[in-house]
């Protein structure tokens, strides 16, 4: 096997040469330490086609097509084109496309990777500054992708790790945990990334669920949900009175779905959630 760029001297060597450096806009953090990036990449069913958002140096891009069949990169620095080009030049398997993942055509890609690879999982060291956008991006997207893993602040981890009642538990956590089960993989010191982050980090792993509670229409559902947590400090009965714009028929579901208008959605579960959101269906 190629040496590994997740180490430091590797890292410094390529940094050094482009004259690039980390640059925190882009929430640059790479990571130095290759039995991580070895077990990330290790576990993250990556046998067919694998979707990396932010692939950097190219450290963990290496490690995934060594192990699957085909590897899109999405990167946003302009920068990192010219270092990707020369890192991973070796690997004919990779793609790398030059564009910020938030905006890309995701439901076009996941389908042509699904057609000629079979699977398609996601992994990435993510870029911290866009975890929420990006994993409602996935969880959203209706095409589907198997198993994402992912590196995301320690404190972001726990909230798809805590159920109900905790105040990490937000529409994020019920809208992953509808789809699929979560569980942390590995927790990741600062000290594995150049440069060293303020915090620290967990590897998470979302598998997509077989049998999803089934819901009438699924957008129309994790709609409801984000309704329901649009303002914490409130009632879910009153965030839903605003969602619904109908004050009357916001208490009437809350009641058929057995759910104490009193409560906040943090302290609902996502079977609660999901009879709530069958109560709306009947009243259409
Ligand atoms: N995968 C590399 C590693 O593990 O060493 C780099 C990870 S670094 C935490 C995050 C990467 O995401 C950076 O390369 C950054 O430029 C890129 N990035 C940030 N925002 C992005 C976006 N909206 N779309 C695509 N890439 C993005």
Do not use: W
């Not at 899109?72 to 920068?79: L, M, P, R």
């Amino acid at each position: 096997m190629d040496k590994p760029i997740a180490s430091v001297s590797q890292t410094r060597a390529i940094l050094d040469e482009f004259q690039a450096h980390a640059k925190k806009s882009f929430g640059q953090n790479f990571l130095v330490d290759a039995s991580v990036v070895k077990k990330t990449a290790g576990c993250a069913d990556a046998g067919g086609a694998v979707i990396e958002i932010g692939p950097g140096l190219g450290a963990l891009t290496q490690q995934l097509a060594l192990l699957s069949q085909h590897v899109t990169a999405y990167e946003i620095d302009s920068a990192m084109m010219q270092v990707l080009a020369k890192t991973l030049h070796d690997y004919d398997n990779v793609e790398i496309i030059h564009q910020d993942f938030l905006e890309c055509d995701l439901e076009e890609k996941i389908q042509e990777l699904k057609q000629k690879y079979g699977t398609v999982s996601v992994c990435s060291n993510l870029p911290y500054c866009i975890t929420s956008p990006v994993l409602f991006r996935l969880f959203e997207s209706s095409e589907e992708i198997q198993t994402i893993t992912v590196m995301v602040q320690k404190e972001v981890a726990d909230r798809f790790l805590a159920g109900p009642g905790s105040e990490n538990y937000g529409a994020i956590s019920v809208e992953g945990g509808y789809l699929y089960t979560c569980a942390r993989i590995m927790q990741v010191k600062a000290s594995c990334f150049m440069p060293a982050p303020k915090v620290d980090s967990t590897v998470i792993q979302f598998r997509r669920k077989e049998n999803p509670i089934p819901v009438e229409d699924r957008d129309a559902f994790f709609s409801l949900i984000k309704g329901c947590f649009k303002q914490r400090r409130k009632t879910i009965y009153n965030n839903l009175k605003e969602y619904l714009g109908d004050a009357e028929l916001a208490r009437t579901i809350l009641q058929e779905a057995e759910i104490d208008e009193s409560s906040r959605a943090q302290q609902c579960s996502l079977e609660e959630f999901c009879r709530l959101d069958a109560c709306r269906t009947k009243k259409r």
